[in-house]
């Protein structure tokens, strides 16, 4: 979400004159677009802030713009901690940042979605491939433990239209994939509903069509319905679980339990026997008993992700579960944690190991970043798979051979011209 952002920031810098710097030391204006959703993330941004105004020391010109959920979260304690930033903008207000750097406005704080819902923001994108498209702004749902509804705002939903159009123009150019992005996409509501959003965009030019993030509670079994028939609808959702305590499931407000969770995977992996599933789990919740964190570790044993994000509670000043009774001592969130990666790392291992032997369609992305030898793509399932390079070009699909599962990816070997079919 937040790389996407930045990339429509630099779409509107562009349209007003403005071009990407190499780096900090020769740009005219350094933009942090930050994100607050653990302390972690906010941390590491005010170090490199320190950084930054050292930079602006020895060169007075240099403007420094803080965006994203920190500015918007902690507008006050940041002007006060870092009086040289010159401008502040809210993740709401990304399209007026033209406005900051002309002078007409200092601090964009205001809550928006409205307006910004019904903005075209042509986004500046990195990759000629891959797209994000928002297809809404902010999250109604107030999980507990959670900063964005305060910070992004009120959900509101991009009209279909200008969805569609965004889409098309993108398969016209060439893109490949696309990735429609909102917290909670399976509540998006215009005209249309989003399984019937998926259906028009089925219908468009592009080859692949992901969406993040889906809610549990929101996963219709229409929805599961336009999936399995929708040809360019990817094989993977990502249904974050984020705990299989059903007492802390409710604590946390998520609106279901483990039970409902599951029989949403049973339908879907009996409709989609392909579909690979992954999702987020939080670990050391106010009050989170050693029971409920084995009912955590059971529900990943029975449900076997093809991948999980697990994270160590941050408490977020302002949310609910900032101010329950029971929070943990980071010594056993670190130990719950690892217990949690290490049960998934044998089970991602297992799944990626059941694959070796079998030819999947992988669409090439470029050079590996571990070795720029190798070129990586992924398959419509999302795994990451990696071939020598042969000269395959970015944007093109290839039939791999999996040869070998890694931990976090599949080594093959391009078998498209041997007149394999793809996706055994
Ligand atoms: N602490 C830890 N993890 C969090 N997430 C959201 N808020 C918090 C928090 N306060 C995680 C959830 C969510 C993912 C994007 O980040 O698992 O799904
Ligand atoms: Fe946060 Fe919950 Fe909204 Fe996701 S659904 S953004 S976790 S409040």
Redesign the pocket.
Known sequence: MNVHDSEKMLGVLSENGYSEAEGPENADLVIFNTCA??EKAEQKFYSQLGRTKLLKRGRKSLKIAVAGCVAQETKDKLIRRAPYVDFVIGPQNIHLISHMVTGRLQAGLFDDNQKLALQELAASRKSLIKAWVSIMYGCNNFCT???VPYTRGREVSRPSSSIISEVDDLAKRGYKEVTLLGQNVNSYKSDIDFPELLRKIDALKIDRIRFV?SHPRDFSEKLIEAIAELPHVCEHIHL?I?SGSDGILRLMNRGYTYREYLEKIDVLRKKIPAIAITA???TGFPGETAMDHEATMRAIREISFDGLFA????A?RGTKAYGMDGHIGDDLKSQRLSEILNLQEKITYKKNHVLEGTTQEVLIEGPSETDPSMLTGRTKTNKIVTISDNGETPGSYVVVRIDRARQHSLLGVNVSLDGVSAGS
């Open positions: 959703i653990r433990y959670c900063i993030t974050p984020q987020d789990v939080i994270f160590k509670f941050s977020r």
